[in-house]
């Protein structure tokens, strides 16, 4: 059974940067697509990023293009999230999920396309 757990939130200052990891085991990756989501303090939960199977494809929300880059390791069973140029609106619980497809090069940025959870990391950006 796949199992994902997320590392790497904190707290840090606008402007400033983190990575997340989420590492699987139970099963391999490569037969998934991945993806990032996150939820803030009463606000419903949002879909970051995504990344397909083979890692040509990905997907961005609007809030978060050009300031977060998605990557995965398939050889670690591993997916990041680079997060720069922080706003304190990206302040949420950040969940990777793992979603099982035939799709080679797309990804759904949306949670109904998404089987497997992680328990999530808490990102904080505040000065």
């Known amino acids: 059974q796949l199992q994902l757990v997320e590392s790497g939130g904190g707290l840090v200052q606008p402007g400033g940067s983190l990575r997340l990891s989420c590492a699987a085991s139970g099963s391999t990756l490569d037969y998934y697509h991945i993806g990032w989501f996150r939820q803030a303090p009463g606000k419903e939960r949002e879909g970051v990023s995504c990344?397909?199977?083979?890692?040509?494809?990905?997907n961005y929300a609007d809030s978060v293009k050009g300031r977060f880059t998605i990557s995965r390791d398939n050889a670690k069973n591993t997916v990041y999230l680079q997060m720069n140029s922080l706003k304190p609106e990206d302040t949420a619980v950040y969940y990777c999920a793992a979603g099982l497809t035939v799709l080679r090069s797309v990804c759904y940025n949306h949670a109904a396309h998404f089987g497997s959870w992680g328990q999530g990391t808490q990102v904080t950006v505040s000065s």
């Open positions: 990344i397909s199977r083979s890692g040509g494809g990905t």
